[in-house]
């Protein structure tokens, strides 16, 4: 241990001189992560006027676009690509790690899921979604039904 700080001490000295050597040590790590990003295309295609894009307007962040439900869960559907080199990474066995940030809060109920051929009814209806005018008539529906029942 201590031999690896004196060499990182050593390093950053170097450094801060003319003399420019990179940091060193006897145990560099033999695995990395290289993090997906969102992918640069509509959630789901056919419901982008449903999307609501996270830090839109905050340079420090990644945009992410999303389909939030109008539902009691509260469900936000996000879209992820992968470069050819980590699909091949995933084709030939490696594993997708998902972090959560809790802020030791309960942790969320999560899914993940692969998919090539998506229905956007499907999804539509899953996470009722509406236009302001189906809305109004699945208003006025529910509202004549509760009249009926009373």
Known sequence: MFKFIRKLLVSIGRRNS???????????????FEYLNPANASVIPGLEKFEVVYAKNQPEYIPLRTL?????EGKVMSRWTLTPEQRKAVADGADIFLTLLTFNGPLQPITMAVATDINPDYIRHDFNLLTAEEGWHKAAHEISDAQKTN
């Open 18 to 32: 003319t003399e420019q050597t990179p940091v060193t040590t006897d145990k560099q790590p033999k695995h990395f």
């Open 68 to 72: 939030r439900s109008c539902t009691h």
